[in-house]
């Protein structure tokens, strides 16, 4: 999910304000089908799931049964059957598709499918980056179907299919996330405590802003962390969990102010912000898990991703200013997980913080963030 609506356009500012707009992605309902060869722990993780995105990457991955010298994606909005029409969904294009991915390269490509070429020994491992994707002109169910050939010429011409699998893409609006499972995941992010299965995360937009009351207005002061709250809440019965990125579009990784260049509130990326802090700094703190109360199932948890520098004590914000990991690389920074096991219901408060300087300049700050939700499978 990727939010391109700036806060400016959701809120007026006075005096020295930041505000913050998050988007949860919600993946939907995934479909299989059963094929007499067919590939296993299949996914594809994107790097935005709104409707009409450009220069999208669709990161494709699964599990060969048999040798191939070839893989060919069709794009389709009837489902996920081979044995169905396949329709190239409203606005989606590969057109341009192209590949950074070692040993790999593209081969005939249309706006709704692609022909990948490379050597795939049987039970390997295959995962490949497409670069250059635009997403559909409107929400709703992607599918995406994934058939292996022995080369070139036969993924040309479509027989004979060795291998074949698919996955199902939910493509939603702003307030949601996408990601390409084998089984079902849900996922949102909302303003107030969330009811069961997300039910009131929709009305609930996942907007906030930062700053003290002052007079009339809300603006951040020097020597106060200024907070905000948000919700999450996941579901997902993938038999190995879910990992949730955090992905941040200000170049800069932190609160960036309407004409400037470059951050003026920072990441605080490992760094604690305190009460009287002589810094100016943003950053999140994560919560303590819960179930969604009133739901007698709900099982798992959702804890700070295991490896990440995210925790319940600190205001972080993982940036690197090359932008080859963090919240600004092209997939995010691995924010949140669920223990490697499945969970249902399972919530968590989460805490965004700020403060400024004397010399923090005056203006509107701001920064659009995407959650995005992929199933491991």
Avoid: H, W
Avoid at 15 to 25: D, E, Q, W
Avoid at 320 to 333: F, I, R
Avoid at 342 to 358: E, H, I, K, R, W
């Amino acid at each position: 999910m990727n939010i391109v609506k700036t806060i400016k356009q959701k809120l007026p500012y006075l005096g020295v304000s930041a505000a913050l707009l998050l988007a949860a992605v919600a993946p939907g309902i995934i479909s299989t089908q059963a094929f007499a060869a067919q590939v296993t722990e299949r996914s594809i993780a994107l790097s935005s799931s709104s409707f009409d995105a450009d220069n999208v990457t669709y990161e494709v991955g699964f599990t060969a049964v048999q040798a191939a010298g070839a893989f060919t994606i069709d794009f389709c909005s009837e489902g996920t059957d081979p044995a169905e029409a396949c329709t190239t969904p409203t606005g989606f294009s590969a057109n341009v598709v192209t590949t950074a991915t070692p040993d790999f390269s593209i081969g005939t490509k249309s706006a709704g499918k692609v022909i990948v070429i490379g050597d795939i020994d049987a039970a390997d491992t295959v995962v490949v980056a497409l670069d250059a994707i635009n997403n559909p002109t409107a929400e709703g169910p992607l599918y995406a179907r994934i058939t292996t050939y022995a080369g070139e010429s036969q993924a040309n011409a479509g027989t004979p299919k060795l291998d074949q699998g698919s996955v199902a893409i939910q493509i939603t609006n702003t307030i949601s996330v996408s990601g390409a499972v084998l089984e079902s995941l849900t996922f949102c992010v909302a303003s107030a405590t969330i009811t069961q299965n997300c039910a009131n995360a929709s009305a609930n937009a996942p907007v906030l802003k930062l700053g003290e009351t002052v007079g009339t207005i809300k603006a951040l002061q020097v020597g106060v962390v200024s907070t905000g709250l948000l919700y999450t809440q996941i579901s997902t019965n993938a038999t190995t969990g879910a990992v949730i990125t955090l992905k941040s579009s200000t170049p800069c990784g932190g609160l960036q102010r309407v004409g400037a260049a470059i951050c003026d509130i920072a990441p605080a990326q490992n760094l604690d912000i305190e009460d009287n802090d002589t810094t100016a700094k943003f950053g999140v703190k994560t919560g303590t898990a819960a179930a969604t109360a009133g739901v007698t199932t709900a099982t798992g948890t959702i804890q700070p991703a295991a490896t990440s520098l995210y925790n319940s004590g600190s205001f972080v914000f993982n940036y690197a200013a090359n932008n080859s990991t963090g919240v600004t690389s092209p997939l995010g920074d691995p924010f949140l997980d669920t223990d490697d096991k499945p969970a249902d219901n399972q919530n968590m408060p989460l805490t965004f913080g700020a403060t400024v300087t004397n010399s923090t300049p005056a203006g509107n700050y701001s920064t659009s963030l995407n959650m995005i939700a992929t199933g491991k499978f």
